[in-house]
T-cell receptor, first 114, second 111 residues
Framework: EAGVVQSPRYKIIEKKQPVAFWCNPISGHNTLYWYRQNLGQGPELLIRYENEEAVDDSQLPKDRFSAERLKGVDSTLKIQPAELGDSAVYLC????????????FGAGTRLSVL | DAKTTQPTSMDCAEGRAANLPCNHSTISGNEYVYWYRQIHSQGPQYIIHGLKNNETNEMASLIITEDRKSSTLILPHATLRDTAVYYCIVPLSSNTGKLIFGQGTTLQVKP
């Protein structure tokens, strides 16, 4: 069974440029999460989807970050414009409905903003 | 979430048992303890969870004290591939998916 797939694995951009990350969750997993992990820290939740609905986006910086999960499967996280402080690893995870505390993570996208 | 406290780092000899402690003195009666680990350059990986009874799976064992204020994750025969950051998490409520990762314990397994 394929795990959570994220792309790209690495992205280097200049500040003020836009960037997008893509995530394909495990088949059948209704719940999808986006996390940000700064160097030396644990992951922090940005947004959680139940199917196509964002049910918790309280930690998403909405001035520059946006996310979507059309059709309740794949998801895209976008930053526009990127700032130097956005350099981090962006992780996607998915879980079965009703088992949200057992999450399966992708390998992440490492973003460097220059 | 109940606050958890873990040592910053630990070492373990390859082939020996690794015992990783976690304090969660403010845990309430219906809150579970979850353990994840994160190997370098990978996403976190779920290991095990428990409420009050000891639990064992193919990856590890989880020992929870009777008063539930602390727990220990046991890797019975640590290998070099077990070198990782280990996170002990007590979510606010069951299955909300709201996991708060702290700093975790960096386990270094040495040959």
């Amino acid at each position: 069974e394929a795990g959570v797939v994220q792309s790209p694995r690495y992205k280097i951009i200049e500040k003020k440029q836009p960037v997008a990350f893509w995530c394909n969750p495990i088949s059948g997993h209704n719940t999808l999460y986006w996390y940000r992990q700064n160097l030396g820290q644990g992951p922090e939740l940005l947004i959680r989807y139940e199917n196509e609905e964002a049910v918790d986006d309280s930690q998403l910086p909405k001035d520059r970050f946006s996310a979507e999960r059309l059709k309740g499967v794949d998801s895209t996280l976008k930053i526009q414009p990127a700032e130097l402080g956005d350099s981090a690893v962006y992780l996607c995870a998915s879980s079965l409905q009703g088992l949200g505390n057992i999450q399966y993570f992708g390998a992440g996208t490492r973003l460097s903003v220059l | 979430d109940a606050k958890t406290t873990q040592p910053t780092s630990m070492d373990c000899a390859e082939g020996r048992a690794a015992n990783l402690p976690c304090n969660h003195s403010t845990i309430s009666g219906n809150e579970y303890v979850y353990w994840y680990r994160q190997i370098h350059s990978q996403g976190p990986q779920y290991i095990i969870h428990g409420l009050k009874n000891n639990e064992t799976n193919e990856m590890a064992s989880l020992i929870i004290t009777e008063d539930r204020k602390s727990s220990t994750l046991i890797l019975p025969h640590a290998t070099l591939r077990d070198t990782a950051v280990y996170y002990c998490i007590v979510p606010l409520s069951s299955n909300t998916g709201k996991l708060i990762f702290g700093q975790g314990t960096t386990l270094q397994v040495k040959p």
